[in-house]
């Protein structure tokens, strides 16, 4: 189990759930090696009430997984795009007195997004050398449009 080394979220720990149960937590760049039965397994991680997807895999013989878990699809476009919206609402109200408040809708919207419905789509949780299926499905929506 690795976790990015990301700036969101790097004084949190993630909660590995295998089957359901807690077994370990992964802080921020850290590598976890977990020992598990064979068998077919679920495994989510958790960080506070979000999360990612659940994954099944199986594990048998001396077979091992690797997963690689990280924040959202673009944590670092979003909290730099965050932070020019804010400085230009605040710019806005502060030197011109003009209300810019729409301007932080989106970004409100998102979070709303993530705190709610998406929940389980904060975290991304995938195999160690396999693309996640949502960003695979955007690169190749990227591939065709160029």
């Known amino acids: 189990m690795k976790r990015s080394d990301e700036w969101i979220n790097r004084m949190r ?15 921020n760049g850290e590598t976890r090696t977990i020992s598990l039965p064979d068998g077919t397994h679920t ?3 958790r960080i506070d009430w979000c999360g990612s997807r659940e994954r099944t895999f199986t594990i048998s013989g001396d077979g091992q997984a690797s997963y690689f878990i990280s924040s ?3 944590p670092y476009r979003f909290f730099t795009i965050s932070l020019v919206a ?20 989106p970004f409100a919207g998102l979070l709303c997004y993530y705190c709610t419905f ?11 050398g396999v693309e996640h299926p949502d960003l695979a499905r955007r690169h190749a929506d990227a591939g ?3």
Do not use: H, T
Request: charged share 20%; net charge neutral.
């Open 144 to 146: 065709r449009l160029q």
């Open 86 to 105: 804010i400085a230009a609402y605040l710019l806005c109200q502060v030197a011109f007195g003009i209300s810019m408040w729409p301007l932080l809708l």
């Open 13 to 27: 720990a993630i909660k590995i759930l295998v089957d359901g149960q807690q077994i370990s937590e992964v802080y």
């Open 43 to 45: 495994l989510k991680a």
């Open 72 to 74: 959202f699809g673009y």
């Open 118 to 128: 998406g929940r389980n789509d904060y975290l991304l949780l995938r195999e160690e």
